[in-house]
């Protein structure tokens, strides 16, 4: 019997899930310290979700439960979609979004492995679309707010929408700066004047723009154990910067400042966590150089040309589409091939 | 493009830029677990009760046995010659008589039984008359074919026969020859030993290599986890034309290929072999035992062998090649009680050995002891994430993602496409794999198939050009039975009008005369005209689904064995004689045509063309006639 190698030396799969989602730690923190505990409520409700579905879907697939549970990668799933999604989400909305997600975007495509799209913005997309409404309102940082909600409060409000009788509905959210910055520009006003609106921080959004500091660092710490290669962040984010980039130098009074684009929305969440799900993403390095700068391009041009506020999760979907064609085209030089 | 990448991806992995040596692409890390065995000095293993010897110790052709059953035989007296020119000798290891030549379980990955010489030792150990050669004063040939009879393979687990790679014929163009010591694989120190021990003879023997080859610069390259040994190599080089390099450990560094890239900078193309572009490697192992056998005339009888793992007293033993792998383990201070089974090589490349009876061979450089807590039997394994370290630690730059993607849905024309055959087992991609997918036996699955898939296919060709011919010869026989029939019919005819007058009779019965004897001399020569033409369309069909589906990959072999020399001129000359063989049935219908139009058989409706239509038929037949001279004396040059 030839079985060679006998030895290996690698992280298991869950490992890699269990070190992602630590990286998503300081991310969460921040999050919760700028928009209250809401965020632990839908990170709980869609983890919950996911769990069920997927066991649930092992079964009807009859396929081995626990070793498919334990990898996380639904886990995984789980906190992605609920850190994308608005921070006070209807329970509902967020139980939606990962049954999508865990359901159609994975089990559906022969589980763990298979899935072509990323689960995560399956489910965000399909959210976006069937509910737009609830989707752009986003609460106001904690600290920009007239009346902060306490953690009990939020709570009712995920599951109830009650909100105590003193605040109005208006009063807790309103828009992220992406979606402002987009409604004022077609009133004709410029940057520089939109960005002095209070939801404006140093960056990007205040208060968003730290959580966003936060995926960095958790982004770094993945590099640096190299669960992730470098080349997508930076492919992403280089992108990202140089297209913002251009149209900011031919005209700053209608394109926001290459810093604004990188610093907000899910562009940090995206460049470190979403477009490195390996599974849905091409594999040769030079192919995930064009996949991110691909995704990265595609954000841009929807944020600031396109019908959405955000571009990243439509930008994702698309390129998931062109992985095979990217994968073929990139096959790097095979040893003692001719260059 | 890929010079930022690889200058980035060096960049974030830390890579120290040593100008000395040319890192190739990925390699792992793994535990080296040398320590273990290096303790104590390489001993030598007592001679065993009984001696099994298998005939297939090497790469290439099974030697032809020389003795009979009862023969007493001397130690270093050859057993069997080497049949062939990719083949090599066994000697006996001792003296004594020969119980039996049968078949015996081999050491081997199928653990399969094949041809083995027993030889029950006499306990004597008494030499045959051993002739050392003078090799600074003796001619070069001389030395290579003696270097035949002397049963040294490449010892460092591939098991080539020596003499091929010395096989010069006058005019050699290597010009540096590159000593393997890297000896990169855990656990295995017999090398290393070697070195510490005895760099001295080591070092004549690579004057001699150098000496063979006419190759001025000699490299040995040993990882820089075998300090004592490259120091004791390097005091040993002094003031010789060869040079001790370090290079970093990294799994496989001891691969050929590997190994030029790591100490010269050159890439081997895929489809070449190191010596066509002057470089010849050669394990460090092997050159001691052709100093051994030049110095001393002393066949290749034993070799070092590292005995670790779960054994008490890991160690190196100098061991009889026959010797049963019990004994060794015995002088190993036993196997652990929790041991539960043997492997032979490295825990990278090597294989589970069937039993502990199995002998010693020329391939046998390391034994492990295996145990649970040594080598957890591998969890079940999960989906491929295509997280792509496979491909980041795969030394050949392929994408064993996507290898394992098409040989598990048995895609393997893709595969193919893809350079399965790159693929060098060395296992680094499953020792990566965080899903635990045994990738190496995918490909080893895969590239046995493709092989049986090409072997069925010449098959299937080679049928169906049997059966082309038979369709064109029922189809011919049924013409000639038409014609048959017309001309009968027609002979009737003439028959039923032989009433009228004689005369008549005589005028009409010549031409019919005529046009049998027509006929006659005609129906051969379409009849041959017919065969060569199915022949040649065979044989064209034939080559061009070939040429199809021949990806120069396929050509090359799909071990680590190189092709050698003789497979190369067999396949160039099949191919040469398949032309040949296309051209002269070419050559024979145009000549068949030619002959019929002299012979005014055809063309036919040729009385009645106009003048345009005629100098049209007369330009063809001009360009006819100028193609089958230009063939013609191209058949000549």
């Not at chain 1, 940057?191 to 921080?201: N, R, Y």
């Not at chain 2, 990278?348 to 040594?374: H, S, W």
Request: charged share 20%.
């Amino acid at each position: 019997m030839n079985r060679s190698p006998y030895i290996t030396d690698s992280p298991s799969v869950s490992m890699i899930m269990l070190k992602v989602l630590l990286a998503l730690v300081p991310g969460i923190i921040a999050y919760t310290w700028i928009y209250g505990g809401g965020i632990l409520v839908s990170i709980t409700i869609a983890t919950s979700t996911a769990l069920v579905a997927e066991a649930v879907l092992l079964k009807v697939r009859q396929r081995p439960i626990k070793p498919y549970l334990m990898d996380m990668s639904a886990v995984v799933t789980a906190w992605l979609l609920a850190l994308a999604l608005p921070p006070l989400a209807p329970w509902w909305l967020v139980v939606v979004g990962t049954l999508f997600a865990i359901i159609v975007g994975k089990q559906l495509y022969g589980g763990l492995g298979y899935n072509p799209f990323n689960p995560a913005m399956v489910g965000y997309a399909v959210l976006l679309i069937s509910f737009p409404l609830i989707m752009t309102k986003w609460p106001a940082p904690l600290l920009l707010a007239e009346h902060p909600l306490s953690f009990m409060q939020q709570l009712n409000y995920i599951f109830s929408q009650v909100l105590p009788n003193e605040i109005k509905v208006d009063a807790i959210t309103s828009a992220t700066p992406l979606d402002y910055l987009k409604t004022q520009l077609m009133l004709k006003h410029e940057v520089a004047s939109i960005t002095q609106a209070p939801i404006f921080g140093q960056f990007g959004a205040k208060g968003g723009e730290i959580v966003t500091g936060a995926y960095l660092l958790g982004g770094l710490y993945l590099i640096q154990q190299r669960i992730i290669s470098w080349h997508l962040p930076t492919a992403f984010l280089g992108a990202l910067a140089t297209i913002s980039l251009a149209f900011y130098a031919i005209n700053p009074a209608h394109y926001a400042d290459p810093l604004f684009h990188l610093m907000s929305g899910a562009s940090m969440l995206c460049a470190f966590f979403i477009i490195t799900d390996p599974i849905s993403g091409p594999t040769t390095p030079r192919g995930k150089l064009y996949f991110a700068a691909g995704v990265g391009t595609l954000t841009y041009l929807i944020r600031v040309f396109g019908g959405y506020p955000d571009g990243v999760a439509f930008a994702v979907l698309l390129m998931n589409m062109c992985v095979p064609l990217i994968d073929a085209h990139t096959q790097p030089r095979v040893f003692g091939h001719k260059k | 493009m890929n010079a930022i990448i690889n200058f980035a991806s060096n960049l974030i992995r830390g890579v120290s830029s040593n100008k000395d040596v040319f890192k190739f692409n990925g390699g792992v890390h793994p535990q080296d677990h040398k320590a273990e065995s290096t303790t104590l000095p390489i001993a030598e293993l007592a001679i065993p009760e009984q001696l099994v010897l298998p005939l297939r110790q090497h790469v290439g052709y099974i030697p032809k046995v020389l003795v009979q059953v009862g023969d007493f035989v001397l130690k270093g007296q050859m057993l069997a010659e080497p049949e062939g020119t990719v083949s090599a000798a066994i000697h006996a290891p001792t003296s004594g008589t020969i119980s039996a030549i049968s078949e015996q379980i081999i050491p081997h990955p199928s653990g399969l039984p094949d041809m083995c010489i027993t030889l029950t030792p006499d306990g004597k150990d008494t030499w045959a008359k051993l002739q050392p050669l003078d090799w600074r004063n003796t001619d070069k040939k001389l030395l290579v074919d003696s270097l035949r009879s002397s049963g040294i393979v490449g010892l460092g687990g591939a098991t080539f026969p020596t003499h091929i790679k010395l096989l010069t014929n006058g005019k050699s163009n290597v010009h540096t020859l590159v000593i393997n010591a890297a000896e990169c694989e855990p656990y295995i120190t017999c090398d290393d030993m070697l070195m510490r021990e005895r760099a001295d003879q080591v070092v004549v023997g690579i004057e001699i290599v150098q000496h063979l080859l006419g190759a001025e610069k000699c490299i040995i390259g040993v990882e820089d986890n075998k300090s004592q040994a490259a120091s004791a190599m390097t005091n040993a080089c002094v003031g010789k034309s060869m040079q001790v390099k370090v290079v970093p450990t990294l799994y496989p560094s001891g691969d050929a290929r590997r190994l030029i890239h790591l100490l010269l900078d050159i890439e081997i193309p895929n489809d070449k072999r190191s010596t066509d572009v002057g470089i010849q490697v050669f394990n460090i192992a092997t050159v001691l035992a052709i100093y051994r056998y030049f110095e001393f005339g002393e066949p290749s009888i034993k070799r070092i062998v590292t005995i670790t793992g779960n054994v008490a007293k890991p160690q190196n033993f100098e061991v009889l090649f026959g010797t049963p792998l019990h004994s060794l383990i015995a002088a190993a201070g036993g196997a652990k009680s929790n041991t539960t089974h043997f492997i032979m090589g490295g825990p990278m490349m090597g294989f589970d050995l069937p039993n502990e009876q199995v002998p010693i061979t020329k391939a046998a450089n390391c034994i492990i002891a295996a145990a649970p807590d040594l080598f957890a039997p591998p969890p079940p394994a999960m989906p491929c994430i295509r997280c792509a370290r496979c491909a980041d630690a795969c030394p050949v730059n392929l994408q064993p993602q996507e290898l394992y993607w098409f040989s598990k849905a048995d895609n393997f024309e893709k595969a193919r496409d893809y350079n399965l055959f790159d693929c060098i087992e060395c296992g680094c991609c499953s020792y990566v794999c965080p899903s635990d997918i045994p990738l190496v036996q995918y490909y080893r699955y895969a590239k046995s198939e493709i092989i049986a898939l090409d072997k069925a296919k010449e098959a299937a060709d080679l049928a169906r050009e049997r059966n082309d011919f038979r369709l064109a010869r029922i189809e011919r026989e049924k013409l000639e039975r038409a014609q048959k029939h017309a001309e009968r019919a027609q002979a009737g005819k003439a028959e039923a009008k032989s009433s009228e007058p004689s005369s008549v009779e005589t005028t009409k019965e010549k031409p019919l005369e005529n046009q049998n004897a027509e006929a006659n001399t005609t129906a051969p020569t379409d009849k041959q005209a017919a065969i060569a033409a199915a022949i040649a369309r065979a044989k064209a069909q034939k080559l061009a689904s070939a040429n199809a589906v021949e990806s120069p990959k396929q050509k090359e072999a799909p071990t680590e064995v190189e092709k050698t020399p003789e497979v190369e001129a067999a396949e160039l000359k099949a191919k040469q004689d398949k032309q040949a063989l296309i051209a002269a049935a070419i050559e024979r219908a145009k000549a068949q045509k030619l002959a019929a139009v002299q012979a005014g058989v055809a063309p036919k409706n040729v009385e009645n063309v106009s003048a345009a239509v005629q100098a049209e038929i007369n330009e063809t037949d001009a360009i006819r006639e100028k193609v089958k001279l230009t063939t013609e004396t191209k058949k000549s040059e």
